[in-house]
């Protein structure tokens, strides 16, 4: 069960009592969703901090996206998103980035989508223009920004990582379509790259694809794999988004964000061995409640007022996770799954998203909802909540009389912990929404670019987007970034069925300051340029790219 906000709190009070000057030394480097390695460190906390230790302003929204580091330089690699390229900043000073050179793509690509970076190579994922034609793989030295190599990968390579040993990178290429029935309507297969690296000079690339998987649709979407894009085959409609390694680095673990999925891949061969189905979260249970509504001031109407107001409801929440880490305990691989949610409503021909109200015209099925049914349409309870029209293939989550016997929204505003298995073991329930609730300089579910309270409640809520994981000692420490909210949550997750929180850290202030954290990044002591843990955030919206440093304490 979450962390009563009681205990959260008390835990963070605590902790804020130990003198800021004591650091831990880490031995290595985190698995991290933009890129990195496993982190190790020889003492154990009982306690850890965040603090804002400096930040680069890139002036621009979309400026700071992905990070990446590389040690031997202390540079830093920044996705803009704003100009699509690569921002090179120095990070000698951390408490002053400066920025030193860029890299521009535009000689062979449109955009920047995510960085890597291993030993002195970075590895940029690189869409074309348009996005559905294949996308590149460039290397380049971290130390003089020259150019090694670029090879072909699937289309729109939205995400890029090393292998834990460094000898591959592994794209997620998502493979979105331009449109759905449109003249001119191109579907690019999903996919994921699998490129040998060679040193950078001299690269090779396999493709593991989801072709074999094209005759098995019904089987799929049976199990609850969502495949529902309009005339789309499973390959099409596949649309991979981030991935994280088994310990040996043998098997690749792939989010499939709009298809509520996790795609398994063997590495060597370059086949996805599986695809699983993630399922969805019941918000009627105890600690698994949302805030549904902006208007849930006042009682059965539809023209309230916003109010903070957590509760129970009988919604479906589908997972639909963005970045993904791993970690290991006593031998067992588990992953951590940033539940953002995402819907297909932004290409011409086919709109998911829609309201509970809006899409329940002929009511809710009485025999599902019981005998508040007419009263939960209301904007004041889930009237105004965001769901899905499409909820996997054809179906509309209605009975044979129009009405509504079923509601799934975006995202679960969780984390989740699976195992190898991609079996759940844990939901950080309302435990998000609990914890932004009252904070001093933002409004309870306002969103990146705005300070209104309630604003994302019929949405997605703080909207977790951003994972990694790092060891500190005997304990595995998870860093979760709220896109929305923002801010950055910190929890002890070594019993992965018994997560305890730790710290959050929110450095927006109203509409200014960080807003919209996208990427996060570990760099460990032994790594860092002043010596101490450090936790990279690229703030999309307000375009900062921010070091936070991780204070632990004995």
């Not at 072909?152 to 460094?166: N, S």
């Not at 795609?263 to 399922?279: C, F, N, P, W």
């Not at 990427?519 to 010596?531: E, Q, V, Y």
Request: charged letters at 15%.
């Amino acid at each position: 069960m979450p962390v009563t906000l009681m205990s959260r709190f008390s835990r963070l009070c605590n902790a804020r009592l130990w003198p800021l000057g004591l650091g831990l030394t880490l031995l290595a480097a985190v698995s991290a969703c933009g890129g990195g390695d496993a982190a190790v460190d020889d003492a154990t906390p009982a306690s850890i901090k965040l603090i804002r230790l400096g930040a680069y302003e890139g002036g621009a929204l979309g400026a700071a996206e992905i990070t990446a580091y590389d040690a031997s330089s202390q540079r830093l690699f920044v996705v803009n998103g704003a100009n699509g390229s690569v921002d090179v900043l120095d990070l000698r000073n951390p408490a002053a980035p400066s920025k030193v050179g860029s890299i521009d793509v535009t000689s062979f690509g449109a955009a920047v989508n995510s960085v890597a970076v291993h030993d002195g190579l970075v590895a940029l994922a690189v869409e074309s223009n348009p996005k559905t034609a294949p996308g590149t793989v460039a290397f380049y030295n971290a130390a003089d920004l020259r150019l090694l190599s670029r090879v072909t990968v699937g289309a729109q390579p939205d995400m890029i990582v090393f292998t834990p040993d460094g000898k591959r990178v592994l794209t997620a290429n998502e493979g979105e379509p331009s449109s759905y029935g449109q003249l001119g309507s191109v579907d690019p297969e999903g996919s994921i790259s699998i490129v040998t690296v060679n040193g950078g000079t001299a690269p090779t690339v396999a493709t593991a694809d989801f072709r074999a998987f094209n005759s098995r649709a019904a089987e799929l979407r049976a199990a609850g794999v969502r495949i529902y894009g309009p005339g789309a085959s499973v390959a099409q409609d596949l649309e991979p988004e981030y991935i994280a390694f088994s310990a040996d680095g043998g098997k690749a673990f792939v989010t499939l964000q709009e298809n509520n999925a996790i795609a398994i891949v063997d590495v060597a061969t370059a086949t996805v061995t599986d695809i699983k189905a993630l399922g969805w979260k019941d918000h009627s249970l105890a600690g698994m409640g949302l805030d549904a509504s902006d208007e849930d001031g006042g009682t059965n109407t539809n023209s309230g007022t916003p109010l903070l107001k957590i509760a129970n409801y009988p919604v479906r929440g589908l997972y639909l996770p963005d970045a993904i880490a791993s970690y290991t305990v006593g031998g067992n691989t588990f992953f951590i799954t940033a539940n953002e949610g995402d819907a297909r409503a932004d290409w011409p021909g086919f709109n998911e998203e829609t309201r509970v109200r809006q899409h329940c015209t002929a009511g809710l099925d009485p025999a599902v909802f019981g005998a508040n049914a007419a009263n939960l349409l209301f904007d004041s309870n889930l009237g105004r909540l965001r769901i899905t029209a499409t909820p996997n293939g054809g179906t509309d989550g209605k009975n044979s009389a129009g009405q509504c016997n079923v509601l799934y929204s975006f995202g679960a505003r969780s984390f989740s912990i699976w195992n190898s298995n991609v079996e759940r073991v844990y939901d950080s329930g309302e435990d998000l929404e609990r914890l932004t609730s009252a904070l001093p300089n933002a409004n309870f579910n306002a969103s990146h670019d705005n300070n209104t309270l309630d604003a994302r409640s019929p949405s997605k809520g703080p909207e977790p987007e951003g994972v990694v994981v790092a060891q500190f000692g005997s304990k595995q420490i998870a860093f979760i970034g709220l896109e929305r909210v923002g801010g950055v949550a910190v929890y002890d997750v070594t019993n992965p069925r018994a997560p305890v929180f730790m710290d959050y850290l929110n450095t927006r202030n109203g509409t200014g300051g960080d807003l919209g954290p996208e990427g996060l990044h570990f760099i460990p002591a032994a790594k860092s340029p002043n010596g101490k843990a450090l936790l990279i955030v690229g703030h999309e919206v307000s375009g900062t790219t921010t070091v936070l440093q991780i204070n632990a304490f004995r």
